[in-house]
């Protein structure tokens, strides 16, 4: 455990040592890749975001760690669900999760979609389009609906950008359609983007949300109860950023000042920041090579890649802290990382440069940590012959 992924950083910022050796343990003898998920961590993770949201209540993003034991987990502790899909709404169903706690927050969405949530007791849903309201009016008549802002997701690592959401301007339209279309009009909803690091996002985003409440109630008589403050609160990776205790004091008193004892019901939607410390990928270095005589600077493949769980090193936007393991050189050697696949674009990290100890060989393992969410479904089908990324979970 010599390196430092040229961050200065040792293991020790994002896991205590007997954590890691848990780890190692846990996967001697299973063959790599693979994901090794902590419930233990989920359920930490989960109760520090409930004390710094208190007034606020959660509903997991599924799709940032989609696993039965972890939905499971999460449900006995009193976890909401926010889905996107049939599919996503059955798998917690299944899991004993009553339709009341589940929120359907795709705003794209079939209108056979909206009558199947419909019919499996779902009564609350997002919405960003006229013609979605027509659907959902036909489909889920008397449902709550809450309506999203669009937020470009300036300064976070992976940015929702314009895909969802709508201008205030058309979202206090969509307001007064919902309204007459038998639907309660509920609340509001943005999402700043995901590991967004700049916390006066919400603070913009929120004060948008009072001037849709203020002027539909004051113009339209429309009084909206809920806001849907989104997921985007942080987890640990190589760039740095502030604690959750500051998002949480900063979201908090940015609702204060717009909203001071009217405060309505608050929802939060996090994925990442529950999950993405309780994993790690284990991977194995399958070539160290050299792409001239007199280069100065090693590749290195890993058995994971960009299409078996570490997509969201595209654009190289998340870095994941990277150990190698056993007894190594203190002395490190700047790296470009690389998955196994036969695609350019499974090239994990060029310009940000790793560095892995010096006397790095085939057959080491690596373990990329951090990578518990959006890894275990965000993979591709045997593209190349690799299987989609095997996943364990542990105490
Ligand atoms: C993915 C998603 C989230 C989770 O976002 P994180 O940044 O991972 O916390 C929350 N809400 C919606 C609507 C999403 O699509």
Not at 321 to 348: H, N, Q, R, W
Request: glycine share 8%; net charge positive.
């Amino acid at each position: 455990m010599a390196n430092d992924n040229g961050s200065g950083n040792g293991l020790e910022r994002y896991m205590t040592r007997e954590e890691f050796e848990k780890i190692k343990q846990f996967g001697k003898g299973k063959e790599t890749p693979f994901l090794v998920v902590s419930l233990s961590k989920v359920a930490q993770k989960y109760d520090e975001l409930k004390k710094n949201f208190p007034y606020g209540k959660i509903y997991f993003a599924i799709k940032a760690c989609p696993i039965d034991e972890v939905i499971s987990l999460l449900h006995a502790r009193g976890s909401c669900f926010d889905v996107a899909s049939p599919n996503e709404i059955d798998k917690v169903l299944r899991l004993g999760v009553p339709p009341e706690k589940i929120s359907f927050g795709n705003t794209i969405k079939k209108e056979r979609d909206i009558a199947y949530a419909y019919q499996k007791g779902v009564r609350l849903f997002a919405t960003d389009a006229p013609s979605d309201v027509e659907k959902l009016a036909r489909q889920a008549p008397g449902s709550k609906v809450f309506m999203r802002i669009m937020c470009e997701g300036g300064n976070a690592d992976w940015p929702l950008s314009k895909k969802f959401g709508a201008h205030p301007d058309l979202i206090y339209k969509i307001a007064q359609r919902v309204q007459e279309a038998g639907l309660i009009p509920y609340g509001v909803s943005f999402h700043v983007g995901s590991q967004q690091r700049d916390i006066g996002q919400w603070d913009n985003a929120i004060a948008q949300t009072k001037y849709l409440f203020e002027s539909l109630r004051k113009d339209k008589g429309i009084t909206l109860r809920m806001i849907n403050l989104g997921g985007g609160l942080p987890a640990s990776y190589i760039q740095p950023t502030q604690p959750l205790t500051t998002y949480a004091k900063e979201i908090t008193r940015f609702l204060r000042e717009d909203f001071g004892d009217n405060m309505p019901e608050i929802l939060i939607e996090p994925g990442r920041s529950i999950m993405a410390e309780a994993g790690v990928i284990v991977t194995e270095i399958v070539m160290v090579s050299k792409k001239s005589t007199s280069a100065n600077i090693s590749w290195v493949y890993f058995d994971a890649g960009k299409f078996n769980g570490l997509i969201e090193t595209m654009n190289e936007s998340i870095k994941y802290p990277i150990f190698v393991d056993g007894p190594k050189s203190k002395e490190t050697k700047e790296v470009i990382l690389a998955g196994p696949s036969c695609d350019s674009m499974d090239t994990l990290y060029e310009t940000y440069k790793y560095k892995l100890p010096k006397d790095i060989k085939e057959g080491d393992r690596a373990y990329v940590l951090s990578t518990g969410a959006y890894t275990a479904s965000y993979c591709s089908v045997f593209f190349n012959g690799f299987s989609p990324m095997k996943f364990y979970v542990m105490d």
